[in-house]
């Protein structure tokens, strides 16, 4: 079995950050992606041909001098490759999709650098083809250069909405319109606060410049009410000050702002005899966006090499991430709005994706018996037991769920749990093909023992 | 298989589909006017996140479900929707 001092899953800032800093204590690193190239979400890297997005200069020069950093470095990278989660041996388990294999790493310590996800509110129709986030959007015009054919809107509520919104006007492929729920212009004071740090200030002027430029209609103060498929594509409602309208698209594209990628993480661990040290770093840890996040891998990379190998300096992370901490908690406060309406959504809409359950569904199965457990909702409901796990779904799950009366309820991770996430993987990557697997290699609970020659039981 | 290039493209229940060399699947079907991946326009497979996360997107390619968001497109790939009967995954 292979073994390693520190594997790190995820190659974007924070993981490479943390990478570099693990290597360079002269601790062996491995590092995996689950593409072909190392970026993470936010430098998803252009195919050949295809020009790069326009991004901050700042941002693009620092990566830049990530990956030099790494070069340079003894770290083995694996990429197309995902983790799998640690068996009960605490083995890590890994999936070389470019090779279709599974494989078993003995490491010392995790560094987790998955990055964030979006949180999309459940509307109805969110769930019809045709219907992407925006940050899918985005991917797809750094990794393609291009756009779903057609008319684009955007709606919901964040600055990632006016980052893709230039990002596509950039390629001629202006969104119809962007339905801002908040009214970021319209909050002195949260400007005001984002103004005491430059390149963030300097940043969001950048996009709004482009926004304005390129014609781009920003409707402030609007909510995405509804989607529906008509035989001349999408057909968007939307509510503003001045009454509800509709509005005719091929695509439209969601986001309701970033969370960690943490479902059914563990919890950051010191290791002893369950198995390896567990980190997290960057925005998996807390979203604070790509600048933070390469301050938090070397915080992480630090603290790794202080619990593998003692002494070491400690990254005086807590400086850096400070300030990214304010300067978020600026931008959030330019766009902040009301929190969704969740109980005025009809029966129709769709809650859990992946098993086809609604909102209704949620509704018939809770208004039986008071004070269900998240547990028995999921079990006998289905809820967040499909393919993602509840990534998309648990949070509004539980939000639903919630009386109002302040005695608790559910939490999302009630509904996610703590279970490593599961992927597709095919039965053949497990196998080898010079080698029979039997039984007794491969537990009931997804263990896979170390691949010894099995020793007979009748040998003296 | 041996001789295929880009130029072969990839197939989408039986239609030729091209593709940039390097991209994922998803873009190379959304390029070319696919926007369900599942077997009608009703409520199923389609692209959504594009990180691999949401597990919205699954498709057969070759044989084996993966993401087509995360999967790059190879020539000759055999890309199939995992609801065959057109019914919702």
Redesign the interface.
Known sequence: MTGVDVVVVGGGPAGVAAACVVARAGLSTMLMD???ALGG?LHVQP????PAVPMPRRQTTRWRRLTDDLTALPVETRLMTRFSGLDAAGIAIVED?AN?SVSPIRARGIVLAV?A??SIVPRPGW???????V??????MK????L??GRIVLAGSGPLLVAAATQMAALGRSPLAVFEAATPVGAPLAAAALALHPAYAAEALSYLTKLWTARVLWRTRHRLAAIS?TDAGLVLTVDGPGGRSSIGADWVGLHDGLRP?DFGLPADGRGGEAGPIVLRAGDCHEVLGGDAAIADGRRAGAEMVRLLAGGGASWAATTALRRHRQAQAAIAGMFRSEPPDLGGLPDST?LC??E?KTIGDLRALINGSEGQHAREVKLNGRFSM???QG??CAAWTAALMQRGTGDGGPTGRDFTGRRW?T??V?I?AFLEPDQSVTSRDLTFDGVMADRRPDPSPSAT | MGSMTAADGIKWRGKTIPF?????I??AL??A?V????SD?A??????????????C?VWVDG????A????AVAGGTIEPLDPGGK??
Do not use: H, K, W
Request: aromatic residues 4%.
């Open positions: 689950q593409r072909s979400a195919v050949a041909g295809v999709r279709e990055g996800v979006e769930d019809l083809p045709g219907v992407l986030t940050g899918g959007l985005q991917v797809m990794q393609s250069g291009r779903p054919p498929r990628n769709m994706r992946c086809g499909g393919a993602c990534r998309l996430p992927l597709p095919p053949s | 940039q060399p390097g991209e994922s998803a873009a959304i390029a006017g926007v369900s991946f599942g326009l409520t199923g497979a389609r692209y959504f996140c594009g990180i691999g996360t949401c597990q919205g699954l084996v479900v993966r993401e968001c995360l999967t790059p919702a995954l």
